[in-house]
């Protein structure tokens, strides 16, 4: 289905869930320009809400994610009170003028959290910022998923859940630290569907310690049999010098990068033959859902949740670490929990870093989204692109007909490659970035 070529896939790049990446933000942009960008939000715009909990039961190895174990109740109770000290500054600022239209969930692992906890945590937000009506989702680790967990998302009136699988492997679990058999899977289905969640999504992964393509075949087809609306099936990324806890996987054991790419291709392929569309490079759904439909109809985006059909331009992140992204600047909270507290406990915004997009970034933003999400852009505002974009024309990967860029069907496995030739930021950096494939 797809021709392996080595040479374009030996610089990693990043994943583009935003332009500029966050490789690119810097200390300076802060709670000042938090504060700027929410008093200028007009009456009526669309805002969606990113909370994040950054707490786990456990912690896996493979995991990138900023997060920290659950097993102080103390420190639990300290962080959700300066999340909820947050929230009402963020409420406070934007008086009522935003159309909250989502509010996702993630983590770490959201429940972490008692499920009385996190309800009471969920209509705080729903009061302050009037959005009873507001899409939620929720990412849900199911080891520690119960009945309970399930009963609270069904009465809340959850839209969507993701439930982080990976894989469904016994020995490959056992080398990422995350065993969770398939039954338990698939109670944490059952208990989904009986609550009236309508839309499942599972995060699954390839390119793991000691994975075979029999290995991903096995747990893609255990997966489609569960019947979840989404699949977002990545590669994992092996960068122990950034995330420590990774280097107690065995670096040895991971498949090479033509293994990783002929993985890549038989879940495309595996998940194409079993009726789900494919979404951009990565994710998959059934015809019927709605990231399904943006795809279709050409309104798919691609935000920090990845390949979304959220349509809102501004993303307000709560808690610590979260990224707020507004057309002109994308802008962080502080990372380290203990600082964040401290920064809302004296009531201050805890953004602490970020960056400006001039009109330049956001034109180069606008056609990479537009190549990552719908393969093809218009590149009339840009210089001549055609020698960055050789190795891929001489291939027959992209046709550039004057200013329009459009992707062939073989290109999927390598569209990040092609995003990074329009970022102005980039240069080879292996140690920074995930494999492109």
Same mark, same amino acid.
């Given at each position: 289905?797809?021709?392996?070529?080595?040479?374009?896939?030996?610089?990693?790049?990043?994943?583009?869930?935003?332009?500029?990446?966050?490789?690119?933000?810097?200390?300076g942009p802060g709670a000042a320009d938090m504060g700027a960008a929410l008093d200028a939000?007009?009456?009526?715009?669309? !805002?969606?809400?990113?909370?994040?909990?950054?707490?786990?039961?456990?912690?896996?190895?493979?995991?990138?994610?900023?997060?920290?174990?659950?097993?102080? #109740?103390?420190?639990?109770a300290a962080y959700l009170d300066a999340l909820d000290a947050e929230i009402a500054l963020v409420?406070?600022?934007? %008086?009522?003028?935003?159309? !909250? *239209?989502?509010?996702?969930?993630? %983590?770490?692992?959201?429940?972490?959290? %008692?499920?009385?906890?996190?309800?009471?945590?969920?209509?705080?937000?729903? /009061?302050?910022?009037?959005?009873?009506?507001? #899409? +939620?989702?929720? #990412? +849900?680790?199911?080891?520690?998923?119960?009945?309970?967990?399930?009963? $609270?998302?069904?009465?809340? @009136?959850?839209?969507?859940?993701?439930? @982080?699988?990976?894989?469904?492997?016994?020995? !490959?679990?056992?080398?990422?630290?995350?065993?969770?058999?398939?039954?338990m899977i698939a109670q944490a289905m059952e208990w989904l569907r009986l609550a009236g969640v309508g839309s499942i999504n599972?995060?699954? $992964?390839? %390119?793991?310690?000691?994975?075979?393509? *029999?290995?991903?075949?096995?747990?893609?087809?255990?997966?489609?049999? $569960?019947?979840?609306?989404?699949i977002a099936l990545f590669g994992y990324a092996h960068v122990p010098h950034l995330i420590p806890r990774q280097r107690r996987i065995d670096a040895t054991a991971l498949p090479d990068p033509r293994a990783r790419f002929a993985q890549a291709a038989a879940g495309h392929r595996?998940?194409?033959?079993?009726?789900?569309?494919?979404i951009g490079f990565d994710h998959f759904a059934k015809p019927g859902d709605p990231l399904a439909m943006a795809a279709y109809g050409g309104t798919l985006r691609r935000n920090f949740q990845g390949f979304t059909d959220d349509a809102a331009d501004i993303l307000i992140g709560l808690g610590a670490t979260a990224i707020s992204s507004f057309p002109d600047r994308i802008l962080q909270a502080e990372k380290n929990n203990g600082r964040y507290r401290m920064i809302v406990d004296a009531g201050r915004l805890p953004q602490t870093r970020g960056l400006f997009r001039n009109a330049e970034d956001r034109l180069r933003g606008r056609v990479i989204e537009q190549l990552l999400c719908q393969?093809?852009?218009?590149? /009339?505002?840009?210089?001549? $692109?055609?020698?960055?974009?050789?190795?891929?024309?001489?291939?027959?990967?992209?046709?550039?007909? @004057? =200013? /329009?860029?459009?992707?062939?069907? #073989?290109?999927?496995?390598?569209?990040? =490659?092609?995003? =990074?030739?329009?970022?102005?930021?980039?240069?080879?950096?292996?140690?920074?970035?995930?494999?492109?494939?």
């Amino acid at each position: 289905m797809w021709t392996y070529h080595p040479e374009l896939l030996e610089t990693a790049v990043p994943r583009y869930t935003s332009y500029p990446t966050a490789a690119e933000f810097h200390d300076g942009p802060g709670a000042a320009d938090m504060g700027a960008a929410l008093d200028a939000v007009a009456e009526g715009t669309p !805002v969606s809400l990113y909370v994040h909990i950054p707490f786990c039961e456990q912690i896996c190895w493979y995991c990138g994610c900023n997060t920290g174990a659950a097993n102080r #109740e103390a420190r639990l109770a300290a962080y959700l009170d300066a999340l909820d000290a947050e929230i009402a500054l963020v409420a406070e600022r934007l %008086g009522g003028r935003a159309r !909250v *239209s989502r509010i996702a969930f993630g %983590g770490g692992s959201p429940n972490a959290l %008692g499920p009385l906890t996190f309800l009471t945590l969920a209509h705080r937000i729903q /009061s302050l910022f009037d959005a009873r009506t507001a #899409e +939620i989702s929720v #990412e +849900i680790d199911p080891r520690g998923f119960t009945r309970q967990w399930a009963g $609270m998302l069904g009465a809340l @009136g959850v839209d969507r859940v993701s439930l @982080g699988v990976q894989t469904l492997c016994e020995p !490959v679990q056992q080398a990422i630290g995350r065993v969770q058999p398939p039954a338990m899977i698939a109670q944490a289905m059952e208990w989904l569907r009986l609550a009236g969640v309508g839309s499942i999504n599972f995060d699954l $992964m390839y %390119g793991l310690p000691g994975q075979e393509l *029999s290995d991903l075949a096995a747990t893609l087809d255990e997966a489609c049999a $569960m019947a979840p609306d989404r699949i977002a099936l990545f590669g994992y990324a092996h960068v122990p010098h950034l995330i420590p806890r990774q280097r107690r996987i065995d670096a040895t054991a991971l498949p090479d990068p033509r293994a990783r790419f002929a993985q890549a291709a038989a879940g495309h392929r595996l998940l194409v033959d079993r009726g789900y569309r494919a979404i951009g490079f990565d994710h998959f759904a059934k015809p019927g859902d709605p990231l399904a439909m943006a795809a279709y109809g050409g309104t798919l985006r691609r935000n920090f949740q990845g390949f979304t059909d959220d349509a809102a331009d501004i993303l307000i992140g709560l808690g610590a670490t979260a990224i707020s992204s507004f057309p002109d600047r994308i802008l962080q909270a502080e990372k380290n929990n203990g600082r964040y507290r401290m920064i809302v406990d004296a009531g201050r915004l805890p953004q602490t870093r970020g960056l400006f997009r001039n009109a330049e970034d956001r034109l180069r933003g606008r056609v990479i989204e537009q190549l990552l999400c719908q393969g093809k852009a218009d590149l /009339s505002n840009l210089p001549d $692109m055609r020698v960055r974009l050789a190795p891929f024309i001489t291939r027959n990967l992209v046709r550039l007909d @004057g =200013a /329009s860029l459009r992707l062939m069907p #073989e290109a999927l496995p390598y569209a990040r =490659a092609i995003a =990074a030739c329009f970022d102005g930021y980039r240069q080879p950096d292996v140690r920074r970035f995930s494999n492109a494939i």
